[in-house]
Every structure is written in C-alpha cells, then in structure tokens.
C-alpha cells in the first residue's frame, strides 16, 4: 500500500493527536488506562512540549493532516570518559503506526527519521525496547542484539 505521508518533527498542535495515539496503543495491548483519551492527550502534550531538550517526536502526518504513527528519540547524557567528554545516547521510544496503515513503510520511514537525527547528533549508540513480535522489523532497520544486562522493577 503506497499511502502520501509526511514524517518530520512533530509541531506542539500535533502532541495531542500523538497522545491520542499513545493512549490507543495501550488498548490495542490490553491495556486499562486511568483516565479518559481526551485528559491523557492533553496532559501528554504538555509534557512533550516541557521535554523537547532530552525527546524528540517524530510524527507520520497524512496527505489530509491526520496523524497516523509517531516515534520519540530521547537522548541520555553519558557520564565522560578522557577520550570522549561530551557523550550521549538515544533510545528509541514509543515507535506507532495505526494499525490499518502498518506493513506500509510507513514505520520504517520514522525509525529512519529517528536514526538520522540520532547520527546527526552524533549520539554513540541508540537502542530500542521491543515486543518480541517486532524484533524482526527493528533487524531490518539496522538493530542488532547484543548481550544486554536488564534490571526490570518487579
């Protein structure tokens, strides 16, 4: 399916449909959210515009304006080493598409926005926290698995 969209950096206006989609992929997971889509978006668009130093969002905005898919790069301040002062990191957080649009390009073309504003940064290394269903697809945008220490909060 070739849909006409637009990835770029998401405008303040645009957080509260990104926040619509963060509230919806709860749902789709099997999720109960605490408060109601309209409350959560608002409150999520706030904090987006309060963070925009450390997360970047990218937003997949359709040929009629529709927000369709988002992808945040936020960025970490790695503590310095005497070969390299000024270090950081990204991770790649809350990757999204509407589920009529997936399998489309349209996921892969916001992984790619975050990697290029990542190598444009210069951060040392971006990871991703993935479902084990879309480890496939962050392969084929360049992931690799590497032996990975995780503390999880019980």
């Given amino acids: 399916m ?3 969209v637009d990835v770029r950096i998401a405008s303040p206006s645009q957080l509260l449909d990104v926040g619509g989609l963060r509230w919806d992929s709860l749902l789709e997971n ?5 408060e109601s889509r309209d409350v959560f978006s ?6 987006g515009g309060a963070h925009t130093s450390t997360h970047t969002c990218f937003a997949a905005i359709a040929s009629d304006g529709i927000v369709i ?3 945040w790069l936020a960025i970490t301040q790695r503590v310095p080493r005497a070969r390299a002062f ?3 990191s990204g991770d790649l957080q ?6 009529e649009l ?5 996921g892969a073309r916001l992984v790619r926005a975050v990697l290029e504003r990542a190598a444009h940064l210069e951060l040392e290394r971006v990871t991703v926290h993935s479902s084990a269903g879309a480890v496939p697809f962050y392969r084929r945008a360049g992931f690799a698995s590497e032996d990975v220490l995780l503390h999880v909060r019980a």
């Fill in 2 to 4: 070739n849909v006409a």
């Fill in 30 to 34: 099997g999720g109960s959210p605490d």
């Fill in 42 to 47: 608002e409150r999520f668009a706030e904090w």
């Fill in 69 to 71: 898919g988002m992808a």
């Fill in 86 to 88: 000024d270090r950081a």
């Fill in 94 to 99: 809350c990757a999204y598409v509407v589920p």
């Fill in 102 to 106: 997936r399998n489309s390009g349209i």
